[in-house]
């Protein structure tokens, strides 16, 4: 399976468009920081013709110490709170703005299965955005299916967070 195809074809296409749209149209700039997506959310939105105009970068943060020493988590916020937790995807979102020097930070994180991790069972992820005038969301998901649809499903769950803070 593709990344494409596990976005569901069009269904992703068109919510990438949408939040290229609205930042272009704002001159606003958007970087991603993922963990169980790996990547997956920056790819999709450069699908989009143009999408250079936006999007800066992603990282691909998926061992927590590249969370830590690399996108600069902080390791407290980890060890109280896990890599699965909304914290984490907090700031992940919002540390990505200054490493990638963008106005929008997305992030994920989360397990895509197929088995549970750290007591978190697979579908458990969060996504966050974080962005001009102190914006910053984050929204836990219990998602259903393989790992694919689970990595497709947090992809949708993460534009779609965008899509609603940009209005």
Known sequence: MTAYDALGGAAGDDLASI????????????????????????????????????????LAAYATDVKIDVLGVDAAVI?????????????????????????????????????SEGGHPAGDVQVAVAGPGGVLVSEGLMLTGGRQEVRGACVRAALTLLRDQLG
């Open 19 to 58: 939040c290229l749209q609205a930042l272009e149209s704002r001159g606003q700039t958007l970087g991603t920081a993922e963990s169980l997506t790996a990547g997956l959310v920056a790819a999709t939105l450069a699908t989009v013709p143009g999408a250079s105009t936006v999007l800066r970068g992603g």
């Open 79 to 115: 060890a109280r709170h896990g890599v699965y937790s909304a914290a984490c995807a907090e700031q992940m979102a919002d540390r990505v703005r200054t490493f990638l020097t963008c106005d929008w930070g997305l992030s994920t994180t989360g397990v895509a299965g197929p088995a």
